[in-house]
């Protein structure tokens, strides 16, 4: 298996443009996360979906992130617009089930907003 | 205060050497505690994975150890490589809570030859 498949695998934008990123979770694997890293904050779990239903979106900053997965071998998760805080890296993850499973981390996106 | 906190905050060691990575955490109850190593640029591994009832866990020269009642783990890493060079994380999940996770801070060790 590939693993999780993250893209595009670095961004650079300016800030108050749309960036989406993309995620190919494992097959077979039923839970997505999106996550980001800082080095203020470390990882922050920004929202997470079972069976292509998002559960928990506590995590996500505000309303300019929206997170989609259409069907169980994508996800994206958008910001618009966005902004220089939004910079760090993105990661998207895969298990098969919530508590217990193990958890498969994809590359990340490194996002870096001007 | 955080939830997970990890210590030391980084840590080098000679190449060879045995160290311990400690872990306290406040997380109560919890379902699994977790440890994970994030080389530079790339994502999480996860290393190991021990419910509140496992006192230990190996996986190669890594072994984890947990003691549930002083809420403390700790990650033994065993005649360390240059490769092990990375930053370790400490990671509860919360007992019923899907499948939110809380993150430590993570420990940076650099093994110099």
């Known amino acids: 298996d590939a693993g999780v498949i993250q893209s595009p695998r670095h961004e650079v934008t300016e800030m108050g443009q749309e960036v989406t990123l993309r995620c190919k979770p494992i097959s077979g694997h039923n839970s997505l996360f999106w996550y980001r890293q800082t080095m203020m904050r470390g990882l922050e779990l920004l929202i997470y979906f079972n069976n292509n239903v998002p559960i928990d979106d506590s995590g996500m900053p505000e309303d300019r992130f929206s997170a989609k997965m259409p069907n169980a071998s994508f996800s994206t998760l958008k910001i618009q617009p966005s902004e220089p805080r939004d910079s760090a890296v993105y990661f998207c993850?895969?298990?098969?089930?919530?508590?217990?499973?193990?958890?498969?981390f994809g590359p990340g996106t490194r996002l870096l907003v001007l | 205060k955080n939830q997970v906190e990890q210590s030391p905050q980084s840590l080098i060691i000679l190449e060879g050497k045995n160290c311990t990575l400690q872990c306290n955490y406040t997380v109560s109850p919890f379902s699994n505690l977790r440890w994970y190593k994030q080389d530079t640029g790339r994502g999480p591994v996860s290393l190991t994975i021990?419910?509140?009832?496992?006192n230990t866990k190996s996986n190669g020269r890594y072994t984890a150890t947990l003691d549930a009642d002083t809420k403390q783990s700790s990650l033994h890493i065993t005649a360390s490589q240059l490769s092990d060079s990375a930053s370790y994380i400490c990671?509860?999940?919360?007992?019923?809570?899907?499948?939110?996770?809380?993150f430590g801070q993570g420990t940076e060790l650099s093994v110099k030859p």
């Open positions: 993850a895969s298990s098969l089930g919530l508590a217990g499973g193990r958890m498969y």
């Open positions: 990671v509860v999940s919360p007992y019923n809570q899907g499948g939110k996770l809380i």
């Open positions: 021990m419910t509140f009832s496992e």
